[in-house]
Every structure is written in structure tokens, then in C-alpha cells.
């Protein structure tokens, strides 16, 4: 559904004048299920979303999404076509509530049921978010679950998740994994999930390393898994535990 | 007296104060400098003046949960008029006031209203005080309107007023100045879009004299193509007092805003803020409303909007 054809990409370094890859020939083939993209900060891993949801546009290769080449199409063409992408940091909106940015995240108007819907999957009660605005009285948890939540109400084929668990602290995993799961039973088609998470790269059908712009590993969770944790090939990981005792890969890859 | 109202008057009087039809309970309606229809009711009296243009407007203490609207409509155009209306508010009354002004100007000269307000608002009462104002029409003649408020709290009254001009106006002037007794508190809710050549200064002013007074003034504005806006304000607390002015404004096209806020303690328990921001819209909020399938220009138009309201 998703195909990446010898993707790059370029940015001037200021500092030195010469261009560094952020984005590295990269291809890569998505098909239906849950993939997982994971690799160290400063990897290229939000880049690659990026370049998929069209807020960047590659150097070089082309995008193919469901066989059509989308490479020069803009955001809101690609969201049209069904290509969604929940942020790692969410956009605060003065005046606009939540049930503003779930109604036009559904692309219709949509009943109290159904956002409450939306907003009691991803753990929020409806009555006291549906009217709030999305502005800094929201803490960065709450902008998260609600970013989630737009996720939900848009059901499209393709969910890119950049680092959906960050700032999310009591919410249990298992919560989590079921908005994926529900995602995936209505809409079909494929969740894009970047994570550090053992337990997120645990539930998917195949893990993706991305390091220094490149595809460092690629394969079934039981082939890349085993490998990350023991810190063996591709390069060396390390399990910490984090405040809540969620066991977190940690960058150390190289 | 009754009204009869045609389509022109009834669609700035929809866009001034929501009435799609006579309104029920007290109403003045004045209409090319003159008065198109009155009700009173048994605790709202409204009494033209007699040295000059405009209505007293008497509402009795205790007359609670009672509404009063004059809205002012001008289709005639090159009429320039000046009206004064002196509200007098009993104690102990909850009302809501709606008043506002919309110009249909067909023609090529200017239309021009001028309204000044005074409230005299009673011990502990409740005052709601809605001012929309709304300019349309296809001729050339300029639509200018320059409202002053001037606002007397007695001790523990409290007024909130909310003062909205979205679009049609050339030209506008508004003053705004409150004097606040002990106990009482203002709260002043501006939304301003201005667009083409359009000017628009606001002016507040809010004396806070009494002890525990308190003002709370928060002006949000967008300001599109050449236009150019002003915000002042001045808060003033000579007492113990609490007193906070915000102006949040975005910035488009080539447009000017300026903000000027002035804060003056004279009481060391006086404790009194300032924020102002000005900004043109988030890259980062186009790009979050387009990837939710928004073409960038109604992303745009959903930031204004949902800012504005």
C-alpha cells in the first residue's frame, strides 16, 4: 500500500556549507498491519513521517501510496487520499475546542455519541473535554490523548503515530494498543507506529531500525526484537526502566 | 408602538443582535435617526431625551432575568448622527443589554453613527452588555462608527461586556472607561477583525477605586490585507484591587496592529497585569488542519474563526 523508492533527503548544513542526509536512499514496502519504525533521536525517524504525510517534500525518490504516485502531492491531497499522521507534539489551537478539531478530523459533522466515543477510547471523559479549548490549559498528556483521538475519528487506511506513548503517563498500554487494533478493524490498511516502546515494537508484525537516515534492520518482530534487546547487531540498545517502571529502548544505538 | 421591519433591516438586525424578528420584552429600535419602534415593560422604562438625541433607559432594582435591546440600523446613506444613551440600572437587577449597530450603505456618501452609553449601575446588581457592530451594502460611502462607553460601578456591581465587530466597518473609534467602586468588578470581551484599508482604535480605561475591585479586559483581533488596528489600555488601581489587560492579536497580509498597554499602581496592594501578543498564525497549526484533509485557506479561515469566537 505504502512503497518508499529510493527516498533522500538534503538540508544545507548551516555551520559547515556542505549538505548533510538527513534521509538516505531509503525504500521501503508497507503493507496491511502494524509496522513499527524505531532507531536512535536524531535518526531520521520523524523526517520519514514527515516525508510520507507530505509536510517534507524528499530530495530525491518518489512515494508511491496504493500504487499512485504521490510524491507531488500536497498534505491536505494526501490526507484526502487517506493518509493520517498524529504528531509527537501536538498544536495548540486558541478558540478551537475539541469537538472543533474531532468534527473536522471525521470530515463531517458528527453526534455527541460518536465523539464521546472518540474521547472515552483514548481514556478522556467526554463531558469535561468536549467543550474545552485545545489551548495551553490542556496539559501535554491531555493534547496527546486528543491528538489520539483525532487519529480515531479519521479511521483513514494509513495512521502514521509519531512516538504515541510520550507524555501519556497513567494510561495503560493495553489502551493504547486496542485504539491501534480498532484503527486497523475499521479502516483496514496499515498503522505506521515510531515508538521506543518494548512493549509498542512487541505488538508489531514487523520492526523497522532506522539510524543515520538509513534502514539499519527490518524484519518480524521476532527477527529484530531479540536483536535490539540483547543490543547485539544492528547496534548496541539498552533497556532502562523509565519513572513508571515501562521498560524503555534507549538511544544508545549508533 | 410596533414594528414593521424590511428585508435590509431585518438582516443587520440578525447580525447585530441575533433578532430575526421584533424582539419580545423591552426594545428601542432606532432607524435612520429615528425611532422605528418601543416597548417598556413594567420595570423597564425607556424615555426619549429631551436636550438632545438619544433615550434614557430606567430599569427598576430588582428587575432580574429581564433583557433589554436597542439596536440603531442606518440604510440612508450620508447620515451622520450622534446619539447618547444613559442607562440607569436599580440594585439588585440581573439584566442583559443588547444594543449594537449595523450600516447598509448603498450609496457613495459616508454613513456615520456615534453613540455614546452611560451606565449607572445600581449596588450589587448584574449587568450582561452585548455591542455588535456590522456594516454591509455595495455603494462606496464609507461605514464609520465610533462607540464610547462610560461605566459607573457602584459597590458589588458587576458588568460584563462583550463587544464584537467582525466585518463592514471602515473606520472605528471605540472608548471604553469604567469607574469601579468597592466590591464591584468589569469584565470587557472585544473581538475585532478588521480588513482592506479598514482602521480600527480601541481605547480602554479602567479606574479601580474601590477596595477588592476588579477589571478583567482581554481583546482578541485579527487583522487582515492593509488594515491597521490600535489597542490601548490603561488600568488604574488606587486601591486594593486586581486588574488584568490582554490583547491577542494575529497579523496578516500587510496589515499594521499596534498595542499599547499602560498599567498605574497607586496602592501597594493593587496587583495589576499586562499581556499583549501579537503574531501571524502558526505554521505548525495550517500544517496539523491540512494533514486532517483542510486546504490550506480553510485552515486558515477555521483559526480566525475559532479565535474570534
Redesign the interface.
Known amino acids: 500500500m505504502l512503497e518508499l523508492q529510493n527516498v533522500s533527503y538534503l538540508v544545507d548544513d548551516t555551520e559547515d556549507g556542505n549538505q548533510k542526509e538527513i534521509i538516505k536512499n531509503v525504500s521501503l514496502t508497507i503493507d496491511n498491519g502494524f509496522v513499527a519504525i524505531t532507531g536512535p533521536n536524531g535518526g531520521g525517524k520523524s523526517t520519514l513521517a514527515k516525508i510520507i504525510?507530505g509536510?517534507i517534500t524528499p530530495t530525491e525518490g518518489r512515494i508511491l501510496f496504493n500504487g499512485e504516485d504521490i510524491t507531488d502531492l500536497?498534505?491536505?491531497e494526501r490526507?484526502?487520499k487517506g493518509?493520517?499522521?498524529a504528531?509527537q507534539q501536538?498544536?495548540r489551537?486558541?478558540?478551537?475546542?475539541v469537538k472543533?478539531?474531532l468534527t473536522?478530523?471525521a470530515?463531517k459533522s458528527v453526534s455527541l455519541t460518536e465523539v464521546c466515543g472518540y474521547l472515552s477510547e483514548v481514556g478522556l471523559c467526554a463531558k469535561d473535554y468536549i467543550d474545552r479549548e485545545v489551548n495551553a490549559s490542556l496539559s501535554g498528556g491531555e493534547l496527546k490523548r486528543i491528538e489520539i483521538a483525532?487519529a480515531i475519528a479519521?479511521k483513514t487506511p494509513l495512521t502514521l503515530f509519531d512516538e504515541p506513548e510520550a507524555g501519556i503517563d497513567l494510561w495503560s498500554f493495553q489502551n493504547l494498543i486496542h485504539v491501534f487494533e480498532n484503527i486497523h478493524e475499521h479502516a483496514g490498511g496499515s498503522i505506521i507506529i515510531i515508538s521506543h516502546q518494548e512493549r509498542i515494537l512487541n505488538i508489531a508484525d514487523r520492526i523497522i531500525v532506522i539510524a543515520n537516515g538509513e534502514i539499519k534492520d527490518s524484519g518480524t518482530k521476532d527477527e529484530v526484537l531479540p536483536k535490539l534487546l540483547a543490543g547485539a547487531a544492528p547496534s548496541p540498545v539498552s533497556i532502562q526502566e523509565n519513572a513508571l517502571g515501562c521498560p524503555t529502548l534507549l538511544d544508545k544505538m549508533s | 408602538m410596533a414594528a414593521e421591519l424590511n428585508a435590509i433591516q431585518k438582516t443587520l438586525l440578525e447580525n447585530i443582535a441575533d433578532l430575526h424578528e421584533v424582539p419580545t420584552g423591552a426594545y428601542n429600535i432606532r432607524s435612520n435617526g429615528g425611532m422605528l419602534g418601543r416597548n417598556t415593560t413594567a420595570n423597564i422604562d425607556i424615555v426619549t431625551k429631551t436636550d438632545k438625541p438619544g433615550i434614557d433607559i430606567i430599569i427598576k432594582p430588582g428587575t432580574k432575568n429581564q433583557s433589554v435591546h436597542i439596536p440603531v440600523i442606518i440604510t440612508q446613506t450620508g447620515l451622520k448622527e450622534m446619539v447618547y444613551n444613559e442607562f440607569f440600572i436599580g440594585e439588585d437587577s440581573d439584566v442583559v443589554i443588547v444594543a449594537g449597530c449595523g450600516i447598509h450603505n448603498a450609496g457613495d456618501e459616508g454613513s456615520e453613527h456615534s453613540g455614546i452609553h452611560t451606565f449607572h449601575v445600581g449596588k450589587n446588581a448584574k449587568v450582561k452588555y452585548v455591542e455588535k457592530h456590522y456594516g454591509m451594502g455595495e455603494g462606496t460611502g464609507e461605514r464609520v462608527m465610533n462607540p464610547s462607553t462610560e461605566i459607573y460601578l457602584e459597590e458589588g456591581a458587576h458588568l460584563e461586556m462583550e463587544t464584537i465587530q467582525i466585518e463592514g466597518i471602515n473606520s472605528t473609534e471605540r472608548k471604553t472607561y469604567a469607574k469601579v467602586e468597592k466590591d464591584a468588578s468589569i469584565v470587557i470581551k472585544e473581538k475585532i477583525m478588521t480588513h482592506d484599508f479598514q482602521v480600527a482604535t480601541t481605547d480602554f480605561k479602567a479606574e479601580l477605586v474601590g477596595e477588592n475591585s476588579s477589571a478583567d479586559i482581554v481583546s482578541r483581533s485579527v487583522a487582515k490585507n492593509k488594515s491597521k488596528q490600535t489597542f490601548k489600555s490603561n488600568i488604574i488601581g488606587s486601591n486594593a484591587c486586581k486588574g488584568h489587560s490582554e490583547c491577542d492579536a494575529i497579523i496578516m497580509d500587510e496589515a499594521i496592529v499596534e498595542a499599547i498597554p499602560e498599567l498605574t499602581a497607586a496602592n501597594i496592594d493593587a496587583s495589576l497585569i499586562h499581556e499583549a501578543a501579537i503574531g501571524k498564525i502558526a505554521g505548525e497549526q495550517l500544517i496539523k488542519l491540512m494533514t486532517l484533509g483542510l486546504t490550506e485557506e480553510e485552515a486558515e479561515a477555521q483559526i480566525i474563526n475559532g479565535f474570534l469566537k
Do not use: N
Not at chain 1, 93 to 97: A, Q, V
Open positions: 504525510a509536510i500536497s498534505i491536505t490526507a484526502k493518509i493520517t499522521f504528531f501536538p498544536v489551537f486558541k478558540g478551537l475546542t472543533d478539531l473536522i478530523a470530515g483525532m479519521r
